[in-house]
């Protein structure tokens, strides 16, 4: 079945840093989704983004769908940013969400 | 803008009971899913319902799981005797159609087995 993996696993950075996590697919994906999850758990959607780019405030992703990767941007970190960003596509045959092991990031003030 | 609701937000239960989670997912969503996270692990799919019925299911859904859409807006997780290993945090999904539009999570269940 399709394999999502993420980089890095782990991510420190200062107040005010920018950061690229990544997310590789082993096989085309026709959507894909990137999450924030919070210290209290909840999964907040941060963007659909089967092809393209899209932004959001601080945040924005890409996608090459051709090359089997995502890419999500965040510039001026705060600690509020703080906690595991996953990304998430279907299998082409049931649309489950596949999901990767995630990134934790933590922001140090 | 529309949500999926979920409750309770937290639940304790002895091992070998059952228990029920709830979902309300957005109301005109037509496909529905469950997930689940073990602590500190990746999110792994465990069911999807389409039209009354279930459409797939994980080596993880086992006899002791079921789903039920008993009315027009509820959409229910029973685990019928819960094991240790059930605990999780249990989020529900949905979605208007199953490609090319985005799934919706609720912010999840935190299921603690005693």
């Known amino acids: 079945g399709i394999q999502v993996e993420q980089s890095p696993p782990d991510l420190i950075l200062q107040e005010g840093a920018n950061s690229t996590l990544r997310c590789n697919f082993s096989?085309?994906?026709?959507?894909l989704q990137w999450f924030h999850q919070n210290p209290w758990g909840q999964l907040i959607n941060l963007f659909y983004?089967?092809?393209?780019?899209k932004q959001n405030g601080r945040l924005s992703a890409t996608t090459v769908a051709t090359e089997r990767y995502s890419l999500l941007y965040i510039s001026s970190s705060q600690t509020t940013d703080s906690g595991v960003y996953f990304c998430?596509?279907?299998?082409?045959?049931?649309?489950?969400?596949?999901w990767g092991a995630g990134t934790k990031l933590i922001i140090k003030p | 803008e529309p949500e999926v609701t979920q409750t309770p937000s937290h639940q304790v239960t002895q091992m070998g009971q059952e228990v029920i989670l709830r979902c309300v997912p957005i109301?005109?969503?037509?496909?529905f899913y469950w997930y689940r996270q073990i602590l500190g692990q990746k999110v792994e799919f465990l069911v999807s319902?389409?039209?009354?019925?279930?459409?797939?299911k994980s080596e993880i859904f086992d006899d002791q799981f079921s789903v039920e859409r008993p009315d027009g807006s509820n959409f229910t997780l029973k685990i019928r005797s819960t094991k240790l290993e059930d605990s999780a945090m249990y989020f529900c999904?949905?979605?208007?159609?199953?490609?090319?539009?985005?799934?919706?999570f609720g912010d999840g269940t935190r299921l603690s087995i005693l």
């Open positions: 999904a949905s979605g208007i159609e199953r490609a090319l539009q985005p799934q919706h």
């Open positions: 109301s005109n969503h037509l496909y």
């Open positions: 319902f389409y039209n009354n019925e279930i459409s797939e």
């Open positions: 096989d085309s994906v026709n959507n």
């Open positions: 983004i089967p092809s393209g780019t």
């Open positions: 998430a596509g279907p299998m082409d045959s049931n649309y489950q969400l596949i």
